[in-house]
């Protein structure tokens, strides 16, 4: 699998040092994903998290990653030549990623409804089973599903006034979203045929016992 970091320095007085962005397979693009200085100048790779409705013992939100390397291996490779590309003179680099395998993806999905909302189902998608992204949305529209990316609330607004969202990782090219969004929402339509089926034997196993229990009247 090949990948392109690029790194672009932040100017400010805080211990975020540089912003950077991985494309992998010049077909999925992750960014938002930050290089930060500790206290004793040690750097370290962050990557991008969203609050989630939980909440820890001192009653303080819980974030979680919105994306990360699964395996030790792949977070060891892919943060030092984050941090190697932001020492370096030239802020991009491609990478020839040490599992020599072309970028291949698998995804899995939740039925998930919230009320109120036009929610149906929360998935993941598995990069080569070393990266994942989560908090992956499948939602309802007029006439069809789609597949909504995790995002984060920009500081600028539509013509409505509305504030407008930027995804915080995304497929690069119309081919390569097709077979992604697709491959989701089929997962999700085949999950909830399972489901219902399930639902179906369960409610004619109901009715057999209940026939089975009454008593024949005698003639």
């Known amino acids: 699998m090949k990948y392109t970091i690029k790194v672009s320095e932040v100017k ?69 030549n984050i941090l190697e590309t932001y020492q370096s003179d030239e802020k991009e680099r491609i990478v020839e990623s040490k599992d020599g395998n072309a970028l291949e993806f698998k995804v899995s999905v939740i039925p998930f409804e919230r009320a109120g909302s036009n929610m149906k189902g929360i998935g993941r998608i598995y990069f080569n089973d070393n990266f994942v992204i ?52 089929d997962f999700y339509e085949q999950t909830q045929m399972e489901r219902n089926n399930r639902k179906f034997k369960g409610a004619d196993r109901r009715i057999d016992l209940e026939v089975s229990e009454c008593e024949i009247p005698i003639r």
């Open 12 to 80: 400010n007085e805080s211990n975020i040092k540089a912003m950077a962005s991985v494309v992998f397979d010049d077909s999925f693009k992750v960014g938002s994903i930050a290089v930060v200085e500790r206290k004793n100048g040690e750097l370290f790779v962050a990557m991008p998290q969203f609050r989630s409705s939980s909440k820890d013992k001192n009653g303080n939100d819980v974030y979680k990653s919105v994306c990360n390397p699964i395996t030790k291996e792949f977070r060891q490779e892919l943060f030092d």
């Open 134 to 185: 989560n908090n992956v949305s499948i939602l309802q529209g007029k006439e069809n599903l789609f597949v909504s990316m995790p995002s984060y609330k920009t500081k600028q607004t539509d013509e409505q006034g509305k504030a407008v969202y930027q995804d915080v990782c995304y497929p690069v090219t119309k081919e390569y979203r097709k077979e992604l969004y697709g491959e989701i929402i």
